[in-house]
């Protein structure tokens, strides 16, 4: 089994910056992508950013030009830098890897006021 937890969300104001970070323990030999979702009230979780091993990004268009994935294999961390935040990136925002199996964190609630 492999476990998730997050940490860095809050609240800021719009043009702000916030720092997620995600920590992964347990079973977490062989990992693949690892990265972040979000889920917005009354709207479907989402695909934020992703990582590969090998430190392949691939990212939303929403989120493009202004939010920077990274990922640490030795401390099996995942981080998610936002820049220049926008009311509509408020979400509750989880941690995200794969094996053979999905894993995820229990999310961590990101709040941009206008």
């Known amino acids: 089994q492999v476990q998730l937890v997050e940490s860095g969300g809050g609240l800021v104001q719009a043009g702000g910056s916030l720092r997620l970070s995600c920590a992964a323990s347990?079973?977490?030999?062989?990992?693949?992508?690892m990265g972040w979702f979000r889920q917005a009230p009354g709207k479907q979780r989402e695909l934020v950013a992703v990582i590969s091993r090998a430190f392949s990004p691939n990212y939303a268009d929403a989120v493009k030009g202004r939010f920077t994935i990274s990922r640490d294999n030795a401390k099996n961390t995942v981080s998610l830098q936002m820049n220049s935040l926008k009311p509509e990136d408020t979400a509750v925002y989880y941690c995200?890897?794969?094996?053979?199996?999905?894993?995820w964190g229990k999310g961590t609630l990101v709040t941009v006021s206008s």
């Open positions: 995200y890897a794969n094996r053979a199996l999905e894993y």
């Open positions: 347990g079973n977490i030999f062989g990992l693949n992508n």
